[in-house]
């Protein structure tokens, strides 16, 4: 595997459901981040992490919960989301201190639906 | 707040033809990135941008930092189908914070 890949691609989930999207960065990167793109919206940034430490919570609702164990690997643990939570969510991960611009690689995204 | 303006929103132009993009902000950065994303998939970086009045070209594609530091812009010449997608760009301010804009959707006819 090369890049930033994402698991699942797709996944419908209801409103009382427990999920996990995974993320994993094969680029030797120390900062990994995620994001929320609805359509019609600009990227919205939810968490950042540099060397497995959170160092950006962008008011994210509890309902989304971030896990870092290493570098490597990020994911992000679902429960009892809304409808309007539904969204492709992209993973991306940089090199240099997290919370820069520089190069950010993305995966694919996981498109959720909420039902 | 912050805010990026990308524009246009979307552009229609025929195979061959060349497309130019911009995009404005209301303070100065640091950074400017242009990303291309294809339908189902993540954002694929085309060119990074980090002093004023830099000129950078990937292929087919230029992009430049504005002098002013508050906008840039992206060139596509000798448009193909395959250049079909949404453009959007990535910016950092002084503050460290970075925003992205809302995308410019391209069609490319044949």
């Known amino acids: 595997e090369t890049g930033v890949t994402q698991t699942p691609r797709h996944l419908v989930m209801g409103m009382t459901n427990k999920k996990s999207l995974k993320c994993e960065q094969h680029?030797?990167?120390?900062?990994m981040y995620w994001y929320k793109q609805s359509a019609k919206k600009p990227l919205e940034l939810m968490f950042v992490?540099?060397?497995?430490?959170?160092?950006e919570n962008n008011s994210v609702p509890s309902r989304f919960s971030p896990e870092c164990p290493n570098s490597s690997h990020l994911f992000l643990h679902l429960h009892t989301l809304q409808p309007e939570d539904s969204a492709l969510y992209l993973c991306?991960?940089?090199?240099?201190?997290?919370?820069?611009?520089?190069?950010?690689?993305f995966g694919p995204g996981t498109r959720l639906t909420v039902t | 707040g912050q805010q990026l303006n990308q524009s246009p929103q979307s552009m229609f132009i025929q195979e061959g033809e060349d497309v130019s993009m911009n995009c404005t902000s209301s303070?100065?950065?640091?950074?400017w990135l242009w990303y291309k994303q294809d339908p189902g998939e993540g954002p694929v970086l085309l060119i990074a941008?980090?002093?004023?009045?830099e000129l950078t070209s990937n292929g087919r594609l230029t992009a430049q930092f504005g002098i002013t530091r508050k906008d840039s812009f992206l060139n596509i010449s000798a448009s193909i189908p395959s250049d079909v997608g949404i453009y959007f760009c990535?910016?950092?301010?002084?503050?460290?914070?970075?925003?992205f804009g809302t995308g410019t959707s391209l069609t490319v006819i044949p």
């Open positions: 991306a991960s940089s090199q240099g201190l997290a919370g820069y611009l520089y190069e950010q690689y």
């Open positions: 680029l030797g990167h120390n900062a």
């Open positions: 992490y540099n060397f497995k430490e959170q160092t």
């Open positions: 303070s100065i950065f640091n950074t």
């Open positions: 941008l980090y002093k004023a009045g």
């Open positions: 990535a910016g950092q301010n002084t503050g460290n914070q970075f925003y």
